[in-house]
């Protein structure tokens, strides 16, 4: 007595939803679903070649949030991965004082942006506004080639957020 695709899909949703995975309602669960009839079964995307600083700036990322009085704050989205990231800046004495931001992507999305914030808190304006993708990748000790969109997006946002705060001056 054979179950069907489907029916497997369907425990296997449950027992993620289970076990605390992203399946935590139907909509999770049909997620879960569609993604394994579309891809097949899901792969631990922690072990697709991302470095040990990559995953820690995911597993605990720095400076997350929103500033309540941002000098400046700058956005950026990936239309194509839907990845977005929102970035505050506080600037004291002409530099960067602090840095928050707020990503929604990926786990190299969301890694960006806590590498970004550490590095621009203590840059002025002018430094930050010439980082570059390499920096980040960098930074993050590599980034995979399907995963350097969010480098861009990172730097897409520092460089929406200067740009306003240079037409604020």
């Not at 922690?46 to 605990?60: A, P, Q, T, V």
């Not at 506080?90 to 602090?98: F, L, N, T, Y």
């Not at 942006?113 to 430094?127: A, D, F, I, R, Y």
Request: one cysteine or more; hydrophobic letters at 40%; aromatic letters at 2%.
């Amino acid at each position: 007595d054979k179950q069907s695709p489907q029916i497997g899909l369907v425990a296997r949703a449950n027992a993620s939803r289970a076990a605390g995975d992203d399946a935590t309602d139907d909509a999770g669960a049909i997620a879960i679903i569609a993604r394994e009839l579309l891809h097949g079964p899901a792969r631990n995307s922690m072990s697709d070649g991302y470095s040990k600083i990559l995953r820690d700036h995911f597993e605990n990322p720095r400076n997350v949030g929103a500033l309540d009085t941002p000098d400046a704050v700058g956005f950026a989205e990936n239309p194509a991965s839907g990845a977005t990231l929102s970035l505050h800046l506080a600037i004291k004495d002409g530099a960067i004082d602090r840095a928050r931001f707020r990503a929604q992507g990926c786990a190299a999305t969301i890694a960006s942006g806590s590498v970004l914030t550490e590095w621009m808190v203590g840059k002025t304006p002018v430094q930050a506004c010439k980082i570059a993708r390499a920096d980040i990748e960098t930074a993050l000790g590599g980034l995979p080639p399907t995963r350097k969109h969010a480098a861009d997006l990172a730097v897409d946002a520092v460089h929406n957020a200067l740009g306003k705060l240079a037409r604020q001056t």
